[in-house]
């Protein structure tokens, strides 16, 4: 069984708390706050009311070993630091840090971070496409090239199927699945099922293919609203 240590519950780390506790693992939680340890001691393996920017404590509390290491001391920039750089000391092979700033990112991957996450800055990437384009239901980059993204079948789409279609070869675009407009979930599609206009495509491919798909423009797209999209688009991901 798989060892996580979180150390700070700001949000990010409540997050990854919040997804892991029902997983199959067990759990570290080492927090500044008693009120934080109090509220989910219970549900994790091992909680301590500790001050994280002590050495000595983080060596005494978390295996060297373990599995993967999560740092989210909020906007205690220094500590969150010194803490990356106590864990790599250790020997913590996995150390996943959330920085707060591009500066900040940059210094915990000197110091030992193997994966920093900028939350604010990955929000934004999901969130600037959709302002510029109508075709877009959501959009996550998942890697520097490589986004996967809910889009509404165009126009000229409408009728074919996904063969005559062609979107591999004509846009250089995998799908994966498709839904309709007002339904959540997603279902393969038939060779023989032909492409209806409230039809949401998901989509893998590269970041400028993508673009260059849906920054044509549409008038029925445009008519449903850019507000609703968004609505949409923040229910999925809150």
Do not use: W
């Amino acid at each position: 069984m798989k060892q996580f240590a979180i150390i700070g519950l700001s949000r990010f780390g409540r997050r990854i708390l919040d997804e892991l506790i029902d997983a199959d693992c067990e759990l570290l939680l080492i927090d500044k706050s008693n009120a934080v340890v109090e509220l989910y001691k219970d549900k994790v393996n091992a909680a301590y009311v500790a001050d994280a920017i002590n050495e000595e404590i983080i060596n005494k509390l978390i295996p060297a070993d373990i599995d993967a290491a999560i740092v989210d001391l909020g906007d205690k920039l220094e500590v969150s630091i010194l803490v990356t750089n106590y864990l790599k000391k250790m020997g913590v092979k996995r150390i996943i840090a959330k920085a707060e700033t591009d500066e900040h990112a940059e210094i915990l991957k000197i110091v030992g971070a193997t994966e920093v996450i900028l939350p604010n800055k990955e929000a934004a990437m999901r969130v600037a496409p959709l302002l510029v384009s109508s075709y877009l239901f959501s959009y996550l980059p998942i890697s520097r090239e490589l986004v996967i993204a809910e889009m509404m079948v165009p126009e000229e789409l409408v009728g074919k199927t996904l063969i005559e279609a062609n979107m591999r070869q004509k846009y250089k675009l995998n799908v994966i699945a498709y839904r309709k407009e007002d339904e959540f979930e997603y279902v393969y599609f038939s060779p023989e099922y032909r492409l209806e206009a409230n039809d949401i495509f998901l989509v893998a491919g590269k970041e400028e293919d993508v673009e260059r798909f849906v920054g044509k423009p549409s008038a029925t797209a445009s008519k449903r609203g850019i507000s609703r999209i968004f609505r949409r688009f923040f229910t999925r991901f809150k």
